[in-house]
C-alpha cells in the first residue's frame, strides 16, 4: 500500500544548529500534512502543503513541497530546546485518514 | 473549547481480554479516526467515521472495530487481546469528512496487554 518514507529516523543538534527532515514517496501525494509530537503527547498538526513547488513558513520552521509532490521536507532554523519532538509527515487520503511517515525524533542540546 | 477527549487514558488488560475506548470529539466536529502508534510500527490508521459510518478502514485483523455515535461520539474496540496490542491508541477529530481539514488529535488512550 501507499508508503511515505521519512528520513533522518533520528536526529541530534546542538541549540542554534539548524535542522532537516525528509519525507518521500514513490507516488504523487495529493498533500502533506506535518505534525509534531513532544516526547508523552500527543500529535499536533502543523501545516498542511498542497500545491506543488509549495513553500511555508512558521517563524523558524519552513516547509517545502517538491515539484512533482513526491517529497516534501521540514527545516527548522537555529533550533532552540522548544523544538524537541518527533516530527511526522502525513499524507491525508480522505477526511481524517493520515498515512504517516515513521517520524524524526529530534533532541538538542544546549 | 475543548479539545478531543479520550477516556480511559490508561489501562492494563489481560491476554485474551477486550476493551473498549472511547472519544469525544471536538463540539462540532463530525469526522473521527482512530490510530495505533507503537515503537515498531508508529502511527497506523484503524478507522475513520463520518455520519455514524465507517468510510476508511485501515489494515488491521476484524477483532478491531469502531463505531460512531448520532453525537459523533466514538468507540473502538479490541477483542481477544493480544501483547502485541499494547500501544497508544489515538482518537483524532475534524470538522467534516474530506481531505484538506485540520485534523486535531487527543491525548491517546495508553493500554498495556499482559
Known amino acids: 500500500g501507499q508508503q511515505v518514507m521519512q528520513i533522518p529516523q533520528y536526529q541530534h543538534v546542538q541549540e542554534g544548529e539548524d535542522f532537516t527532515t525528509y519525507c518521500n514517496s514513490s507516488?504523487?501525494?495529493?498533500?502533506i500534512q506535518w505534525y509534531k509530537q513532544r516526547p508523552g503527547g500527543h500529535p499536533v498538526f502543523l501545516i498542511q502543503l498542497v500545491k506543488s513547488g509549495e513553500v511555508k513558513k512558521q517563524k523558524r520552521l519552513t516547509f517545502q513541497f517538491g515539484e512533482a509532490k513526491k517529497n516534501s521536507s521540514l527545516h527548522i532554523t537555529a533550533t532552540q530546546t522548544t523544538d524537541v519532538g518527533t516530527y511526522f509527515c502525513?499524507?491525508?487520503?480522505?477526511?481524517?485518514?493520515?498515512?504517516f511517515g515513521k517520524g524524526t525524533t529530534l533532541s538538542v542540546s544546549s | 473549547k475543548a479539545g478531543v477527549t479520550q477516556t480511559p487514558r490508561y489501562l492494563i488488560k489481560t491476554r485474551g481480554q477486550q476493551v473498549t475506548l472511547s472519544c469525544s470529539p471536538i463540539s462540532g466536529h463530525r469526522s473521527v479516526s482512530w490510530y495505533q502508534q507503537t515503537p515498531g510500527q508508529g502511527l497506523q490508521f484503524l478507522f475513520e467515521?463520518?455520519?455514524?459510518?465507517?468510510?476508511n478502514k485501515g489494515n488491521f485483523p476484524g477483532r478491531f472495530s469502531g463505531r460512531q455515535f448520532s453525537n459523533s461520539r466514538s468507540e473502538m474496540n479490541v477483542s481477544t487481546l493480544e501483547l502485541g496490542d499494547s500501544a497508544l491508541y489515538l482518537c483524532?477529530?475534524?470538522?467534516?469528512f474530506g481531505a484538506g481539514n485540520t485534523i486535531y488529535f487527543g491525548e491517546g488512550s495508553w493500554l498495556t496487554v499482559v
Open positions: 502525513a499524507e491525508n487520503q480522505a477526511g481524517t485518514a493520515l498515512i
Open positions: 467515521y463520518f455520519s455514524e459510518t465507517q468510510r
Open positions: 507516488t504523487t501525494l495529493s498533500n
Open positions: 483524532a477529530s475534524s470538522l467534516t
